[in-house]
């Protein structure tokens, strides 16, 4: 089976822009999660998607968002990004009823 | 909520050497726990995890760890490392969620760096 896919794995943007982030998780996983990971707070978890809805939300500001689709594959979108959004974006997915969580490569995100 | 304590930042030990690096939690909740891998420039490998019965989990590349609840710790040990366990290594906690569904809470991480 192929493995959790994020795409792109590097990105560079501009403080003020908005960014959108992609996962493809596991065949079969519908559940699939996002976490952020940097130097500073290590890594953090931003949301959970399961069934195309939020089913589980971390501690993060409203320009953190998601969405699912109707294929499982996610992406999460981060508008008006700031300095502080740079940081490795990881993608987690997980079959339904069980615990354990994939992850995938991660993008990483800079931030000027 | 969950807060997950690790201890030690770095452990540095020598090949063939064994191995322990600790982790403590704190949970309102019961709790999974599980212990995860990274290695430079990229994502998580999971070790292994602890979901119930036996205290003592045999997870990949010889790994194991013990949960104990009285001190709310889940330990993970290898008895001989090897130069390739070199990493970074994160021990997570997963309240059960009366929605369903996964919220891990992750340590600060220990590098392990492994010496000839």
């Known amino acids: 089976k192929a493995g959790v896919t994020q795409t792109p794995r590097y990105l560079i943007k501009t403080r003020g822009q908005q960014v959108t982030l992609s996962c493809s998780p596991i065949?079969?996983?519908?559940?699939v999660s996002w976490y952020q990971q940097t130097p500073g707070q290590g890594l953090q978890f931003l949301f959970e998607y399961f069934s195309e809805t939020q089913r589980n939300k971390g501690n993060f500001p409203g320009r953190f968002s998601g969405r699912q689709f109707s294929n499982s594959r996610s992406e999460m979108n981060v508008s008006t990004l700031e300095l502080g959004d740079s940081a490795l974006y990881l993608c987690a997915s997980s079959h339904e009823g069980y615990y354990e969580q994939y992850f995938g490569p991660g993008t990483r995100l800079t931030v000027t | 909520a969950q807060s997950v304590t690790q201890l030690d930042s770095q452990v540095p030990v020598f090949e063939e050497a064994p191995v322990e690096l600790r982790c403590n939690y704190s949970s309102s909740v019961s709790v999974y726990l599980f212990w995860y891998v990274q290695y430079p420039n990229q994502g998580l490998q999971l070790l292994l995890k602890?979901?119930?019965?036996?205290?003592l989990v045999k997870g990949i590349n010889g790994f194991e760890a013990e949960f104990n609840k009285s001190q709310t710790s889940f330990h993970l040990r290898k008895p001989s490392v090897h130069i390739s366990d070199t990493a970074e290594y994160f021990c997570?906690?997963?309240?059960?969620?009366?929605?369903?569904?996964?919220?891990?809470?992750f340590g600060t991480g220990t590098q392990l760096k492994v010496e000839l």
């Open positions: 602890y979901l119930s019965g036996s205290t």
């Open positions: 997570a906690v997963s309240p059960i969620l009366t929605g369903g569904g996964n919220k891990l809470t």
């Open positions: 065949s079969g996983h519908r559940s």
